[in-house]
């Protein structure tokens, strides 16, 4: 299928974009790698009036080090996600569920932020997000603004950005030295996942200090597994622990209910043995 017409704008800078959002109005859409928008366009299930182009603005781009964080820029790629030293060191789970997202054609194209504005909830990277507590960084006509990930994925395919709104940074705190993994369940390779979890974990002296825990696909966005996080700390780093705290995780659906679970279970083992 060939899609509807539009007005194709490229600006030269984030202020220029958020200022042809409002005067193109709401049927205006931003496209960065285009890796979700371009199918649905093809397929006139979207008929913007007009794209605005952002790949060119390359101060959206590149990990920066901002102290107790880091700073991921929105059209950061997933390639460049997976091989940056700073989220190796600092954001593993981001780099272990970035692995997992589709094709290597995908993550050399598709985008870090494009990724969460999208906010599919089978999507890998909402529930990590959340767990490690990220924070969007939105540019507006007002100015910018900070909106936790608790607060940005509103329902299937909803965000808190407004109409005329960019994501264009996300802060992401920073946890050296915590292990990781993500556990994720589909049917062929590539597919998008019945259900996963993304598992962070500190260990000290034997010990589980912290824990952050997100669960993708089991409602209409993601779901924090607080249950889980708070029966963690402070237990031992063992098998035990792992599955009783796990038993906790919770989905609402009795199908995704004992996925979750199971999987739960694994993410963190994985992650405790580091």
Request: hydrophobic fraction near 45%; glycine fraction near 10%; include cysteine.
């Amino acid at each position: 299928m060939i899609p509807a017409e539009f007005k194709y704008l490229f600006p030269s800078s984030v202020d220029e974009a958020v200022r042809m959002l409002a005067e193109e109005g709401e049927d205006a859409k931003i496209i960065a790698g285009g890796q979700s928008l371009v199918p649905v366009l093809r397929m006139r299930l979207a008929a913007p009036t007009a794209l605005i182009d952002i790949g060119g603005l390359t101060e959206l781009t590149g990990v920066r080090d901002d102290g107790d964080s880091l700073l991921i820029g929105a059209m950061t790629t997933h390639y460049e996600v997976q091989r940056d030293h700073l989220i190796q060191d600092h954001a593993l789970l981001l780099r272990l569920v970035t692995d997992t997202v589709a094709d290597p054609q995908v993550r050399h194209r598709g985008t870090f932020g494009g990724s969460l504005c999208h906010a599919d909830p089978a999507g890998d990277l909402l529930a990590p997000a959340l767990a490690l507590d990220a924070v969007m960084i939105i540019a507006g006509p007002s100015g910018r603004r900070e909106v936790p990930a608790a607060e940005f994925f509103v329902d299937y395919f909803e965000t808190a950005l407004g109409p005329d709104e960019i994501l264009i940074d996300v802060r992401v705190p920073k946890y050296t030295g915590w292990g990781a993994h993500y556990e994720k369940l589909n049917r062929v390779a590539q597919a998008w996942s019945i259900v996963a979890v993304a598992a962070a974990v500190q260990v000290s002296g034997g010990s589980i200090a912290a824990a952050r825990i997100g669960l993708t696909n089991v409602g209409s966005g993601p779901v924090r597994a607080v249950d889980v996080e708070s029966a963690l700390v402070g237990q031992p780093a063992t098998a035990e622990a792992i599955s009783a705290a796990a038993l906790k995780a919770s989905s609402g659906d009795s199908y995704k209910d004992n996925l979750a679970r199971v999987l739960t279970g694994r993410a963190l083992t994985a992650a405790v043995a580091g």
